[in-house]
């Protein structure tokens, strides 16, 4: 399938005290010189124990492996302040198969990862879109998103980006010593509603 253009995302409105900042994101492929940045903000979400159930830090080598490692239908989003080469990354976004069984052909799994110093700016908003208008455009009907249950605020913003919780998979990870439990959340493209 054709790479899809990425394209510029709505303008955010943000009132930051007495500021008033219209800020307007950039979504696109990752690239190979993007995967330092990818990396970095992934290890935040891996040190905080609350947001994915890998433990090891990567490195921008195992960045670029799974961006090389992408497969037909699958695609690594970053989110930038501006377009251009040297803006920096502020979040990224992967939208991939969810099984390579042939039954499951039609259903992908998206994960959002936003700098924590760049949250609340409407980075993963912008990155949520795209991840739903790149699954549509890949033939996708149903999009899961598994987050760890402690991480509400994640399940929130998932919710408010249409996905519904469809059930909790208790004490299915242990990390540190500690049980968690995983929401399932999901979303589905019919043909009515369209990304
Ligand atoms: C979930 C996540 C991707 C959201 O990214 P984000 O860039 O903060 O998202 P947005 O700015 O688009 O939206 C955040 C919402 O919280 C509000 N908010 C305000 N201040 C905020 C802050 N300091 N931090 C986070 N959200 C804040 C925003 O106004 C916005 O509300 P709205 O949806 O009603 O508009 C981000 O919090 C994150 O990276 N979390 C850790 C990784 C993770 O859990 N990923 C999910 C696993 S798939």
């Avoid at 990425?6 to 696109?28: D, F, I, M, T, Y």
């Avoid at 935040?44 to 890998?54: E, L, P």
């Avoid at 790149?134 to 999009?143: E, I, N, Q, S, V």
């Amino acid at each position: 399938m054709s790479d899809i253009p990425s394209h510029r995302s709505e303008p955010v409105a943000l009132l930051r005290g007495s500021q008033h900042l219209v800020r307007q994101h950039r979504v696109r492929r990752a690239r190979a010189d993007d995967c330092a940045a990818i990396a970095g903000i992934y290890n935040q979400a891996i040190a905080s124990r609350r947001c994915t159930m890998d433990t090891e830090l990567v490195t921008a080598g195992g960045a670029l492996d799974q961006l090389h490692g992408l497969r037909l239908r699958e695609a690594l989003l970053v989110a930038t302040p501006e377009k251009g080469t040297g803006a920096p990354v502020r979040g990224w976004g992967v939208v991939k198969r969810y099984s390579n069984r042939p039954g499951y052909h039609l259903t992908c799994e998206t994960s959002v990862y936003v700098h924590e110093a760049e949250r609340g700016q409407g980075y993963g908003a912008a990155l949520q879109r795209e991840l739903l208008r790149h699954a549509t455009a890949f033939g996708y009907r149903h999009l899961v998103a598994k987050i760890l249950a402690v991480n509400t605020e994640s399940i929130a913003f998932h919710q408010r980006h249409g996905f519904e919780e469809v059930g909790v998979q208790r004490r299915i990870g242990l990390i540190d010593g500690v049980w968690h439990d995983v929401a399932i959340l999901q979303y589905l493209i019919d043909a009515d509603r369209r990304a």
